[in-house]
């Protein structure tokens, strides 16, 4: 059977999850020391003096670990690397508590580690990196830590959105030959690869799709990678349903064991 999450309320997150981000071994001490404090802050029984404090521990834990945070939401630099990162703890605390700031990527293991578990540091080996002898430790430039193979979450629903390019960043690290949004979003949740999973083997992904991601030839491999899982429905649903420029059908895969694969 299925494994609810706990405390459902304080897992909606705001995040780009077609771009995955990864954090080295050597930020593993922050992350959980992160996640202990986040479990703190929701239980029911903290007060909101504790939260306060809380929260700062939080935002100093996740900023050690995504120092180019604030960077990426405002697409601007502070002028010294102190005002950076006092702007870089702010904008985590905003996103941590009211989740109005969107991460512009998706730390699958950090946000979700319920459903995300790690290989150990003793597993892999790796040297520090440093960014370029300032000290600065850089994201993902040393080991990563790598999901297990237990990782992912057991439904995915999702709602990609139509005529809308990823970028090339999404697209090189997907392996895809162009850009658009539904081919990034097939690769990223019924694809195994290197980052870690979403959707774990045999999970259900449900998505609202142009119907005319059927037929039309510029599709036609996005629908090839479809057979390497089990499609169990696909369901053209009413032209005004979603108010929308094109129709719609919904798609209901299961990932793996297609006719597609060996």
């Not at 771009?19 to 930020?27: G, P, S, T």
């Not at 100093?60 to 006092?86: C, D, H, I, N």
């Not at 259900?204 to 089990?230: E, N, W």
Request: aromatic share 8%; net charge negative.
């Amino acid at each position: 059977g299925l494994t609810p999450l706990p405390n459902l309320e304080t897992k909606i997150l705001c995040a780009n999850t077609l771009r995955e981000v990864e954090h080295d071994l050597f930020a593993r001490e922050a992350v959980n020391d992160y996640q202990a404090a986040r479990d703190e802050y929701y239980q029911p029984v903290t007060t909101a003096t504790r939260r306060a404090e809380l929260v700062e521990v939080i935002a100093e834990k996740l900023s050690a670990v995504l120092p180019m945070f604030a960077e990426e939401v405002s697409g601007r630099r502070e002028r010294t690397r102190q005002l950076q990162e006092q702007r870089n703890r702010e904008l985590l605390k905003e996103w941590f508590r009211h989740s109005t700031i969107p991460a512009p990527f998706f730390l699958f293991s950090v946000f979700f580690p319920e459903v995300c578990p790690e290989e150990t540091p003793s597993t892999l080996g790796g040297e520090l990196a440093l960014d370029g002898g300032s000290g600065q430790q850089e994201l993902g430039a040393a080991t990563p830590a790598r999901a297990t193979a237990a990782s992912g979450f057991d439904i995915v629903i999702g709602n990609p959105p139509y005529g809308v390019d990823t970028g090339d960043e999404v697209r090189d690290a997907l392996g895809l030959r162009s850009q658009d949004a539904y081919g990034a979003f097939l690769s990223r949740f019924l694809r195994d690869g290197r980052a870690a999973r979403p959707l774990r083997a045999d999970g259900i992904l449900v998505y609202v799709v142009s119907d005319t991601f059927m037929t039309i030839k510029s599709h036609r491999p996005l629908r090839a990678q479809l057979m390497g899982s089990r499609v169990h429905k696909a369901i053209r649903v009413s032209g005004d349903t979603f108010n929308a420029t094109v129709n719609t059908a919904i798609l209901l895969v299961q990932k793996g064991g297609g006719p597609g694969t060996t």
